[in-house]
Every structure is written in C-alpha cells, then in structure tokens.
C-alpha cells in the first residue's frame, strides 16, 4: 500500500490560473511561493476557481513558524486586517481583505493557523495535524493554490461534517443532514481520495479518533442511516475529541444555543446584518463638492460597496440631524419664517465678501450657531463608530477651503472693524468654538468639476447657487491637505472607481 507523502512539499507542476481569476490572487500566490511559505487553500477545494475569482473565501492554512513572513506579504500587498463582532472570532483564525483594483471586489483570505472545526457558532474543537496536513500540500494538476492530498482532506472533511450536523440542537434547527454542496464535495473527495491511504491518514494522524469511528462517521454523512444512529455516532465522535474541545460539551452546547438564538435574533428579526471591524483603525470619509458633481451616488456607491463587509456608518454632515434643542428653537423660528416674521434667518452670505453692513442680525446668527452645534453632536457620534474601528462615509464636511458651505457663518464677521454688542460677540464666539472641535476627516475625497457642466446637470436648480459652489470648490486650493481630488466630469463609473481605489489605499 502507497502511503501519503507527509515529510515535504512536492515541487509544484506549471500553474494553471482559472478564467476570471483576480490579479490579486494572482500576486498574493506568486508572493507566498516566492518566500516559501507554507501553506495550502485547505478545504472546499471543488470550488477552487470560485475561490480564485473572489466569490469565495480563501480558506488557507498557514505554518505558524511562516507567519511573520506570511503577515509581511498581506501588508505589502494591501491586505487589511478586520474583526468580526464577539464572539464570531476564534484561536488561530484571522480575517485579512485586499481590493482587487480592476474589478473593485474585495479579496478575502479566511487564515488559519490551527485546524479549528466544529458548529459556526463556537468552532470548539482543534485537529492537531496542521504539519502533515501542510506537507500533503501540492499542486498536482496546476491549482493556482496549493491543495491538501484528498485523503487528508476527505479525513477531516468527514470530522468536520459530524461537528456540524450529528448533535441534537442541530437537528432542531434543521441542519441535522449535509447540505447540497456539502455532499458534491463529499462526492468529489470520494472520486480522488484512496480510502486506504485515508484509513491510514486517521490511523497515524487522528489516532484519538480511530479508523472505526471514523468509518462510522462516513456512513452516517454518506448513507440514509436513522436519525437516532447519526445522533450516537455524534457523540461519540464528541466524546473522542473532548481533550481536543477548549470547552466541555455541556457547555458548548449551551453556548451554541445561546449564539444562535441571540444571533438568529439580530440578524431575521431585527435585520442587523454581521459586519466586520478593521483592527488597526476605521476612518471618516469626506466627500464634498458642489452641487451637480455627483456626491450622492459617489456617497451611495461607497457606502453600498464597503458595508458588504465592513460596519459603515452613512451620514449627511452638510443636513445634520436636529437636537431637541434645534428643535424647540429652530420650531417656532420657522413658523415665524412661514408667516413673514424673522425673515432675516433666510439670509444667503457670502463670507468672502461681505461687510459689517450684510450682517442679517442676531436671530440669523442663533439659527446658523444651532446647526454647527448639530453638526458637532454627529461629528462626535461619527467618530465614536471610526475610533471603534467603522467606516464613516459623510455627505460634505466643514473644511476651510469651503465657505459657502457647511462651515461657521458668522467668523466672518471678526474682520469687520464695526463695533458688535455682547449678545453677537457671545454667537460668533460659541460657533467659532463648536466648528473648533470638527477635526478634518481622516480620508477627504474632492469631487471637482467645471462649474457649467454643473449647472448644466442640475437643471432643477437655480444656475447662480450651482455656479457658486462649483466655482469654489474647481479653485480652491488642495495642495497643502491629503485630498484626492476627483474628476468628476467623468462617468459615474470611473469616478467610483477612483473613490474606491483612493479609500482603500487610506485605511
């Protein structure tokens, strides 16, 4: 009997790169064999063109002795590091992302360190045989990955199945049998692997286990055995493990219980989807322009493409949510607009050029100060989701080079040399210290386009207003900020695209 290879790593064969495969696939695969990292893509192999074309996880395995040069090739590769919510993260696993620059999907490598198997929502048990396992790793008919030998993979895919499908709350919550795709990969294993090789892949490397129960384990995922013997083979397969489980059965079983009902409640119920965090540190995202320059579906695009993966927040800093405060002010202020009193609060200045004279009055200066301090009661709410490691994407921002909008109203008047009573010093002062406190965003995206081709896209809006802003922000000057200014005379498309690639890039 031929036994399977487990002291090395076979030289690999001429790669065969699957249509659609990502380039950064293709760099991430060139990179770990150019620094002999070992590793291999360690299950659901069936699909591995899936895998290459970023429609799957990378489900790879790591040696731990390569993992520093394994951490060095994702940072030098763009990867990012995010973390799921408690709970959802278990030892020796780790999520990393990298975005694929020409298609702008994400590339997400699901590492493993350690052979950790058991039901999603605990992941309670370890196979100690990540070595052999790693040096049964080659390529044999040029996978882009390197690949397990099928006995290997066929002797823990049978374990893993038991983990998830043999014990009683699966069975209640429907999941007691394999899935369809479960068994085309129990079927594809079947096709490749030599069961006697397999047999002795348990016998030498899962000996706490044993080939019979693991025959037994075969048959119960593989033949329409009753629902009373899978059951039994569960727990013995459970019993088998127990100096493999970080926690004792009983109170696994309570905590998946506990998961999945907590869970299950987030996210049908209330409809709160699992997102991940990323580790080093979130960021607000700016992205301003005027009128016309596309902010909306620039905001949307980037919104919708991150929080397929990641906690975003979405916000409008430039139509900041009222306060109770704004609201019992600003309420009766505007009924009073309504029927012809304070019309001073309409007032439109411009404070690159106004003068003593423009000043609108007091109340004017009350309802501008009440929308900065709105602006600051969600700036703080929007840093709390970034410092948590969140995504903030903002609709506008207030910024300096900016005056027309979003942006204190009153400081204007500080040039004027006109004499101003306490009250409108007491105004300008507070606005001023609330717009203090707005620290620019971490990532400022500057959509710029000419002015008429604005106007031109807002017919719905009066051309002098369009013009305005447009006009302000195509000359103002970024050079001295970490802008990335944008041409958004461009289709939608490449303008996104552009937005993508300059996020990602600053996270």
């Known amino acids: 009997m031929s036994k399977v290879a487990i002291t090395s790593i076979p030289a690999r064969t001429p790669r065969v790169v699957p249509l659609g495969t990502l380039q950064g696939v293709v760099d991430l695969c060139d990179a770990l064999e150019a620094a002999h990292v070992r590793y291999c893509h360690w299950k659901s192999n069936d699909m591995l063109d899936r895998s290459a074309r970023g429609e799957n996880d990378l489900d790879l395995l790591i040696h731990r002795a390569d993992g520093q040069a394994f951490a060095e090739i994702l940072a030098r590769l763009g990867f990012r590091h995010a973390q799921a919510p408690g709970g959802r993260e278990h030892p020796g696993v780790s999520h990393h992302y990298s975005l694929d620059a020409e298609t702008g999907r994400f590339v997400h490598i699901h590492a493993h360190f350690m052979l950790v198997l058991g039901d999603d929502t605990t992941k309670n048990y370890r196979l100690p045989l990540e070595v052999p396992y790693l040096a049964s790793s080659s390529s044999p008919n040029g996978e882009i990955f390197p690949i397990p030998a099928a006995e290997f993979e066929l002797a823990v895919f049978v374990v893993r199945m038991i983990l998830?499908?043999?014990?009683?709350?699966?069975?209640?919550?429907?999941?007691?049998?394999?899935?369809?795709?479960?068994?085309?990969?129990?079927?594809?294993?079947?096709?490749?692997?030599?069961?006697?090789?397999?047999?002795?892949?348990?016998?030498?490397?899962?000996?706490?286990?044993?080939?019979?129960?693991?025959?037994?384990?075969?048959?119960?995922?593989?033949?329409?055995?009753?629902?009373?013997?899978?059951?039994?083979?569960?727990?013995?397969?459970?019993?088998?493990?127990?100096?493999?489980?970080?926690?004792h059965p009983m109170l696994d079983m309570s905590l998946r219980a506990v998961r999945r009902g907590t869970w299950g409640t987030r996210r049908y119920v209330f409809n709160v989807p699992v997102r991940k965090r990323l580790t080093r540190a979130g960021a607000t995202v700016a992205i301003v322009g005027g009128d016309g320059a596309g902010k909306s579906t620039a905001v949307e695009g980037t919104a919708a493409w991150l929080s397929k993966i990641f906690v975003v927040r979405q916000t409008h800093l430039g139509k900041p949510r009222p306060s109770l405060l704004t609201l019992g002010v600003k309420g009766p202020m505007y009924v009073g607009r309504r029927v012809g009193l304070l019309p001073s609060t309409r007032a439109v200045i411009d404070p690159r050029t106004a003068t003593a004279d423009d000043f609108p009055g007091n109340a004017w200066a009350l309802w501008h100060?009440?929308?900065?301090?709105?602006?600051?009661?969600?700036?703080?709410?929007?840093?709390?989701?970034?410092?948590?490691?969140?995504?903030?994407?903002?609709?506008?921002?207030?910024?300096?080079?900016?005056?027309?909008?979003?942006?204190?109203?009153?400081?204007?008047?500080?040039?004027?040399?006109?004499?101003?009573?306490?009250?409108?010093?007491?105004?300008?002062?507070?606005?001023?210290?609330?717009?203090?406190?707005?620290?620019?965003?971490d990532v400022l995206v500057v959509l710029r386009i000419d002015p008429e081709i604005a106007v031109a896209r807002r017919i719905d809006e009066e051309s002098t207003y369009v013009r305005a802003r447009n006009t302000e922000v195509f000359h103002a000057d970024w050079s001295g900020t970490d802008a990335v200014v944008v041409d958004a005379s461009q289709p939608p498309e490449a303008v996104l695209a552009e937005i993508r690639r300059a996020v990602w890039d600053r996270l």
């Open 164 to 247: 998830k499908h043999a014990t009683w709350d699966a069975v209640l919550i429907g999941k007691g049998k394999i899935g369809a795709n479960e068994q085309r990969e129990l079927g594809w294993l079947l096709d490749r692997a030599d069961l006697d090789e397999t047999r002795e892949v348990v016998r030498r490397h899962l000996a706490g286990i044993g080939v019979d129960l693991w025959e037994r384990c075969l048959a119960a995922i593989s033949t329409g055995q009753p629902l009373a013997k899978r059951l039994a083979t569960g727990q013995a397969l459970l019993h088998a493990l127990r100096p493999n489980a970080r926690r």
């Open 369 to 441: 100060l009440l929308t900065g301090r709105d602006r600051l009661r969600d700036y703080r709410g929007l840093r709390r989701v970034s410092d948590a490691g969140g995504i903030v994407i903002s609709d506008r921002w207030p910024l300096p080079q900016i005056s027309l909008m979003d942006g204190p109203r009153t400081t204007w008047l500080a040039r004027q040399p006109t004499r101003k009573g306490r009250v409108t010093r007491l105004l300008m002062e507070t606005e001023r210290r609330t717009y203090a406190h707005i620290a620019p965003p």
